[in-house]
């Protein structure tokens, strides 16, 4: 058959979350504390089995990728290059908004659904999309769109399986 080319507006995604996902070591985002030259280290330790699995669900879909973990304000200039460092093939097109109330407060004090809720909408998004996140304020107004992972197991074939049932559906 031949294949429909699709608008940009209606390109499957995956909003990504990184810890509890991708990185399954406790106490890692801390590292944004670290001088700039030494955050590099943080990368090794995104987990190439739940990158393979996220590869799985961007192939079988034709999913893009948007960046809604505290990993983008905190590793900005390092989170793409770390993701294919390990092994990630999907393409990132951007990033949720951030909208942190206090900068004193860091990651703690975000809304994620909300700030997910609000990509769609401010980029003219009517796709289908799965929010892969280990934090249930991911999924507030996102119930059938959200796999929730677990963090010490991250993104499973079991979890990816349900991404790509939701996105192919």
Not at 4 to 13: F, Q
Not at 15 to 22: I, K, S, W
Not at 91 to 101: E, S
Request: hydrophobic residues 35%; charged residues 20%.
């Amino acid at each position: 058959g031949s294949l429909v080319a699709l608008r940009p507006t209606e390109t499957p995604l995956v909003f990504l979350d990184m810890d509890g996902v991708l990185v399954n070591e406790p106490g890692v985002w801390q590292g944004y504390k670290l001088p700039k030259g030494s955050q590099t280290g943080i990368g090794k330790r995104i987990n190439r089995l739940a990158v393979a699995e996220l590869n799985r669900i961007t192939d079988a879909s034709g999913a893009q990728i948007v960046i809604s973990s505290t990993w983008r304000y905190l590793f900005p200039d390092f989170i793409e290059t770390w993701l294919k460092q390990a092994g990630m093939t999907g393409v990132i097109v951007g990033k949720t908004p951030d909208f942190r109330m206090d900068p004193r407060e860091g990651p703690t004090s975000e809304n994620r659904g909300a700030q997910i809720t609000m990509w769609p909408a401010k980029n003219n998004h009517t796709g289908p999309y799965v929010v892969l996140d280990d934090a249930d304020t991911a999924g507030e107004g996102h119930k059938d769109k959200f796999v929730q992972c677990r963090f010490y197991s991250g993104l499973t074939s079991e979890r990816a399986d349900k991404a790509i049932a939701i996105l192919t559906a």
